[in-house]
């Protein structure tokens, strides 16, 4: 039997139902070839990540995505990427990830990387300065070498974007696993959305596990001024 570990990487800003959904949908998709998942990881990105105003600091994100996955038998929260003094890129984060996998059930175990539809419409993104947010070498990488996990979100279009990159061998496409989840879709459901809510003083109650919910309190995160 096929053994892999599943890597979901994102700001975490602050995690969703919908983040651990995505996983649990996942590990579902790939039970159901006869692949059997050994663990998921939830690593948020390091401070520096595209200067984003919206990002809070990495030891509260962190410690969101810890009391998120509190009651998870297989999830958990990783820190080494957003303790790095500057941003790694996914391919990266994958390199090391792989290694410490495998070291620690077989080195025969793999790892695949899940994301959003969203993610993957970002591949296109040029960052402020000009720059590409994700390199085509990485992609196709990323595709051939580990593993490609895509939730469909709405308005996201993951699998047009990929045909429309030159740069990205068509039959690369094909290696990709689309993932849907017909059971509770919850794709609507963002950090953005949550960030907005608590600014305005509604409820997010069940939109993120209670863990998180509390921490944000006690912390006093996202209010507004």
């Not at 599943?6 to 969703?16: K, Q, R, Y």
Request: aromatic share 6%.
């Amino acid at each position: 039997m096929k053994r892999v570990a599943l890597l979901a990487v994102g700001s975490f800003n602050p995690p969703t139902i919908a983040h651990l959904r995505m996983l649990e949908v996942a590990r579902c998709h790939l039970e159901s070839k006869d692949t059997q998942v050994v663990e998921g990881i939830m690593s948020p990105v390091a401070d520096s990540y595209n200067n984003k105003s919206t990002l809070i600091k990495a030891s509260h994100r962190l410690e969101m995505v810890r009391a998120a996955t509190k009651s998870s038998e297989w999830i958990r929260a990783d820190g080494w990427e957003c303790t790095r003094a500057t941003w790694t890129r996914t391919l990266d984060v994958l390199a090391h990830h792989r290694e410490q996998v495998q070291a620690k059930f077989g080195s025969d175990v793999g790892l695949m990387l899940v994301v959003g539809g969203d993610v993957v419409d970002s591949f296109t993104r040029i960052l402020p300065d000009g720059s590409n947010l994700w390199k085509s070498a990485d992609i196709i990488k990323i595709i051939t070498e580990f593993g490609l996990l895509v939730l469909s979100r709405d308005q996201s279009h993951p699998m047009a974007t990929i045909q429309e990159m030159t740069e990205i061998p068509k039959n690369l496409a094909e290696k990709i696993e689309m993932i849907v989840d017909d059971v509770c879709p919850v794709s609507a459901v963002s950090s953005t959305r949550l960030r907005a809510a608590i600014s305005a003083k509604k409820s997010i109650k069940y939109a993120t596990p209670d863990e998180v919910i509390d921490y944000i309190r006690i912390n006093d995160l996202y209010r507004s001024s």
